[in-house]
């Protein structure tokens, strides 16, 4: 039997990128999808016969409206995120908030309001990110945002433990989405900073979404059952280096 089998999994961020090609997997694997983002037609097109749900994870009302009518779940990939770069300094305040809405608050409520409907037994994953382990200059936003859904991960693990719910983070390094594409676009030597983004790690190349999502699903499934509270690098390498 295929490890995902017959287990209702909620993916967030489902219409684009990691969240896309994980769903595809999870299905691939056996899984029941239930795809979130805020865009219908994307969900759709990652998955046409999921259960889809429009919804912005950084709405308190909103998520705890679909929560009240969301079945049971297996699982929960909290993928959502999104990324806007600038120093302390030069960030506006709106764009320090948003980030910290967008990563942070999405995830937190999403568990909050969710939690209960995860089965006793279940697995809970989160997207965190490399830059929320080690620091690089321009980020401090996302990276803060990122270092407390690796927290936020650890502490729903304790919390969650008396129903042997397991809950990690992932904290991937740069992968090829159009999330990477829009911070090339915006660079003045985009193939500049392709090289530089992929020569930070040993294996010296960008990961891709079936790398993530495929670590993903091995947490989602009971072949993980005793990992939990852990936040798991994939990105080449780069945690390893001094
Ligand atoms: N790509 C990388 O290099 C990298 C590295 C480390 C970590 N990550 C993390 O990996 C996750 C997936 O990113 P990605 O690279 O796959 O980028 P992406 O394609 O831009 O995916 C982000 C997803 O989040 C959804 N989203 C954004 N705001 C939302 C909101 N308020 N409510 C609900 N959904 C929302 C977007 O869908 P809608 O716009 O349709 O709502 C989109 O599908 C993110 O958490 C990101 O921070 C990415």
């Known amino acids: 039997m295929s490890a995902l089998q017959n287990r209702r999994i909620l993916v967030t961020g489902a219409g684009s990128g990691i969240g896309r090609t994980a769903a595809r997997l999870f299905r691939d694997r056996g899984a029941e999808l239930i795809l979130v983002g805020r865009h219908l037609d994307r969900l759709k097109e990652t998955l046409p016969d999921a259960v889809h749900a429009v919804l912005d994870h950084t709405d308190d009302a909103a998520v705890a409206a679909f929560a009240r009518e969301c079945p049971e779940l297996d699982g929960m990939f909290l993928n959502a995120g999104g990324l806007l770069l600038g120093s302390v300094t030069s960030m506006p305040v709106a764009d320090f908030d948003a980030t910290l809405a967008v990563n942070l608050r999405g995830p937190w409520l999403m568990a909050h309001h969710l939690g209960p409907r995860v089965k006793d037994g279940g697995s809970v994953v989160l997207v965190g990110s ?87 699903a091995h947490l989602l499934g009971a072949e993980s059952g005793w990992t939990t509270g852990a936040v798991i690098p994939i990105d080449g390498g780069a945690d390893a280096v001094y």
């Open 130 to 216: 490399n830059i929320g382990i080690r620091a690089i200059p321009d980020s401090a936003a996302y990276s803060v945002a990122k270092a407390g859904v690796h927290m936020l991960a650890k502490v729903l693990a304790l919390e969650w433990a008396p129903r042997r719910i397991r809950c990690n983070a992932i904290a991937p390094g740069p992968v090829r989405t159009a999330m990477v594409d829009a911070r090339l676009e915006a660079s003045a030597d985009p193939e500049g900073d392709l090289a530089r983004l992929s020569a930070v790690n040993p294996l010296r190349r960008l990961g891709t979404e079936a790398e993530v999502a495929a670590l993903a």
